[in-house]
């Protein structure tokens, strides 16, 4: 078999790519020492070799060898990590787009080629937000908004990710910063609103509602409920109303919010967007809960949005998941069933988290520490939600809210008052105690 003189230099650079070690990559026949020598051009490999750190590195043997790239076998590679995505498989789809990344030729004219690369690009971006790398996913969503044509449905989509990254890792500030100037960029063009742009907008909301800007929310939202029902598409208006049902929710209008979410069921149930219709589900679940007599019903859609949740959703959805199944089962009086929830949710890679949602996880880990007479348990936990917070400088109205509540409920005025301090300095208005707003739009594909 031909092998050229840069062989080593591809092997390295896919390594590197991948994050591995000499040492993660060697495997049967290829030794560390060996694959240095291989990377540094000393030793040519053999074709056992190649096969070995082929299957390793996801790439061909072709490739390693002599950088031939084979466009059929990368479309299936594509394909492939599509279907991985979409069947709730992110570590495998993060390894087969990026295989399909490194055998891509790059600054081709071929149109075909450019839109594979695309794909590639964008699926890997998605799996590394939905393996709860966020930071590598953000700077990959940005390169790729960057380099699409403003104002087009890419442009639109790439800007609802990078916004939706960024409040998923809790940075509420600059997930506004890049939808208001996205937003702003699309109104300069003078452009006809389209699902994306709709589902834009509505992504901007929900940040500014999760950072207790409610005024500019309701706003906003009008807006986009105009421009959704002047598209028309289920997409669009399911959209507008999942967000106006959390918007309802948040501002205490609880039997609008069952209206608006049961609307946006009917809506999404149309598209084939399953991720979103899972969320929209975990949203449904929470507003039904808190209506009068309904709390049971509200804990078996959670139960199913739960579960729908471990075939199409990433880590964030199922925490998110367990931690509503957890406060409703504290509600309903349920310890046992909120102790089982917690426990799964431990089970999770909790570093893969935005710092919000562990702290919420933290906080009713400590409710069910005080019920269950551990109080010095629960306060510890009740600390460390408040440090995880403080550390990560996370404007979480919700989180600081409840940490408020609990210690006002366990009669501690002093940490309850500096918590709701907190709270509102997070978000600027004097507001009431309120129920925890119901899940938004903060998928993959929906705002």
Not at 12 to 24: H, P
Not at 273 to 287: D, E, F, K, Q, S
Request: proline share 4%.
């Amino acid at each position: 078999m031909e092998v050229d003189d840069r062989a080593g230099e591809r092997i390295r650079e896919l390594r590197l790519e991948r994050g591995l070690s000499q040492s993660a990559a060697c495997g049967p026949g290829v030794s560390k020492s060996y694959l240095s020598l291989i990377e540094s051009g000393r030793r040519r490999p053999t074709p056992a070799v190649l096969r070995t750190l082929a299957d390793t590195l996801g790439t061909t043997v072709e490739y390693l060898a002599h950088g031939r790239r084979q466009p059929g076998d990368v479309e299936s590679t594509v394909l492939f990590a599509e279907l991985a995505a979409v069947n709730g498989a992110p570590r495998t789809a993060l390894e087969q787009f990026t295989a399909a990344l490194a055998a891509l030729p790059a600054g081709t004219d071929s149109a075909h080629t450019a839109e594979l690369r695309r794909r590639a690009a964008h699926g890997r971006a998605r799996a590394l937000e939905q393996t709860g790398r966020l930071d590598l996913a953000a700077a990959e969503y940005d390169a790729l908004w960057r380099s699409a044509e403003p104002g087009s449905v890419q442009w639109a989509t790439y800007g609802i990710d990078l916004c939706r990254t960024h409040r998923t890792a809790g940075d509420l500030d600059y997930a506004a910063e890049v939808g208001e100037r996205a937003l702003e960029a699309f109104e300069r063009l003078g452009l006809e609103w389209s699902d994306e742009t709709v589902r834009l907008g509505v992504t901007l909301g929900g940040v500014y509602g999760a950072r207790g800007d409610l005024l500019r929310g309701e706003m906003l939202l009008r807006r986009m409920i105009d421009a959704a029902e002047r598209v028309g598409t289920p997409l669009a208006r399911g959209s507008a109303y999942w967000n106006a049902a959390t918007s309802a929710y948040d501002t205490g209008r609880l039997g609008d919010a069952l209206t608006l979410a049961e609307k946006a069921l009917a809506l999404f149930g149309e598209t084939d967007h399953r991720r979103n219709l899972t969320m929209l589900r975990h949203a449904y679940g929470v507003i039904l809960a808190v209506q009068p007599g309904r709390l049971e019903e509200g804990r078996r859609e959670l139960a199913a949005a739960y579960a729908a949740s471990r075939e199409v959703g990433g880590v964030g959805d199922l925490a998110a998941c367990l931690d509503s199944l957890a406060e409703t089962a504290l509600a309903a009086d349920d310890l046992s069933a909120a102790a089982e929830h917690l426990a799964a949710a431990d089970d999770l890679p909790l570093a893969e988290l935005s710092a919000d949602l562990r702290a919420l996880l933290r906080v009713r880990a400590a409710d069910l520490a005080f019920r269950t007479g551990a109080p010095e348990r629960a306060r510890h936990l009740l600390r460390t939600a408040q440090q995880t917070l403080t550390a990560e400088e996370c404007r979480s109205v919700e989180a600081w809210q409840r940490i408020a509540e609990l210690w006002h409920r366990e009669d501690e005025p002093l940490l309850a008052a500096e918590a709701y301090r907190t709270a509102l300095a997070a978000t600027g208005l004097a507001a009431a105690p309120r129920p925890a707003p119901a899940p938004r739009p903060a998928t993959d594909r929906a705002p």
